[in-house]
Nanobody, 124 residues
Framework: QAQLVQSGGGLVQAGDSLRLSCLDS????????MAWFRHVPGKEREFVAS????????YYADSVKGRYTISRDNAKNTMYLQMNRLSPEDTAVYYC?????????????????WGTGTLVTVSS
């Protein structure tokens, strides 16, 4: 069964680092582009980063470029999001996603499978 299982997240202080993981438990998405999005209540879901199925191509939102790193280990069926120099503005529920699409696609609707989300809270 195709399922994305997220882990990581929690409460950290500004300037801290955190790593999110997204396990493809059904081993379904190794040939799919994958991405991270985040959502703050009252706002639209926001693209954070994406990665091609090979892992060679990555894309970032301007707001996280230079601070976040997306990666994947297809042998472990897992995608990661390393988040450094976190700020309160990064507080959100983070979702991983997979889609049979180009990795430079930042539109949430093009990703067909989603994790359940994990809350990241950054205190000032």
């Amino acid at each position: 069964q195709a399922q994305l299982v997220q882990s990581g997240g929690g409460l950290v202080q500004a300037g801290d680092s955190l790593r999110l993981s997204c396990l493809d438990s059904g081993r379904t998405f190794s040939s799919y582009a994958m991405a991270w999005f985040r959502h703050v209540p009252g706002k639209e879901r926001e693209f954070v980063a994406s990665i091609s199925w090979t892992g060679r191509n990555t894309y970032y939102a301007d707001s996280v470029k230079g601070r976040y790193t997306i990666s994947r280990d297809n042998a472990k069926n897992t995608m990661y999001l390393q988040m450094n120099r976190l700020s309160p503005e990064d507080t959100a529920v983070y979702y991983c996603a997979a889609g049979d699409t180009l990795p430079n696609i930042i539109t949430a609707a093009r990703y067909t499978h989603w994790g359940t989300g994990t809350l990241v809270t950054v205190s000032s």
